[in-house]
């Protein structure tokens, strides 16, 4: 099994850096690095490995895989929240190809908080409002435009809102989430639901029913949810893919 100081070592050696010298570097002995490498230490403090990581990187730049992986095999996840325009530069060309091939299928990525990062021309199409006002929770609790294309928009609402609570379950999510519900309580029926405790991991309304905003016919849009991975940002894009049938 691959482990930190393993790692650690191989990046260093990468560098042609002496323990002594990383670990004068990153202000800790010889000593503790050669534990680390032998495996006598396995869980270094997130400001230890931050240190040995600005230090390796000064020597030879880190790739965003190799900075992660480091903080992957020391069990620690990046705690800083990313602004929304941090994740929207995460999507690439080829992620923005990947819904464009979509076709007539609404697809897009969206973040933990609901936030839109990328639409394509279906998804702008089907759901009106929504790449202007950039968050799918206010576009629901906010846009009458949702209500008029959503034929069971109440159960939409509640099925987001159950998901925004598993979602945010983890500890590390108490940063962001703290501000993003005082302001979406702003809205009433927001707080009700959440008040009622619902909570659903897996995808609590796998289609809904959307209206035509030409001919008014119904049709149903079958919904795929899957995480995106990223190095700089683990954990928090999600991509969405309605396939439907008109």
């Known amino acids: 099994m691959p482990s930190f100081g393993e790692f650690l070592r191989h990046l ?17 002995s010889a000593s503790y690095i050669n534990h680390l490498e032998i495996g006598r230490r396995d869980h270094p403090t997130r400001p230890i490995v931050e240190a040995l990581a600005g230090n390796l990187e000064r020597a030879l730049p880190l790739s965003q895989d190799e ?26 060309p080829e ?28 998804a702008h199409q089907a759901f009106p409002g929504l790449r202007e006002i950039g968050n799918v929770m206010h576009w629901l609790l906010s846009d009458g435009r949702s209500g008029a294309v959503l034929a069971e928009h109440d159960l939409v609402v509640e099925s987001a809102v159950a998901a925004l609570r598993a979602r945010i379950a983890l500890p590390c999510n108490a940063v962001w ?26 995808l609590a309304q796998p289609a809904v029913r959307l209206r035509d905003r030409v001919s008014g016919k119904l049709f149903r849009l079958d919904l795929q949810l899957y995480d995106v991975d990223t190095a700089r940002h683990p954990g928090w894009t999600r991509m969405f893919w309605g396939i439907g049938a008109r």
């Open 177 to 202: 989430a703290g501000q993003l519900l005082a302001d979406l309580c702003r809205y009433p029926e927001f707080a009700g639901r959440w008040a009622a405790g619902r909570v659903a991991y897996s």
């Open 95 to 122: 992620m923005l190809r990947r819904i464009d091939r979509c076709g007539s299928d609404p697809a897009g990525y969206f973040d933990l908080r609901w936030n839109i990062l990328a639409l394509n021309d279906a």
């Open 67 to 92: 900075r992660r992986y480091l903080f992957d095999l020391a069990g620690l996840r990046d705690i800083e929240v990313p602004g929304v325009a941090d994740l929207r530069a995460d999507i690439s």
């Open 12 to 28: 260093r050696d990468e560098r042609s850096l002496s323990r002594e010298g990383l670990a004068r570097s990153a202000g800790v």
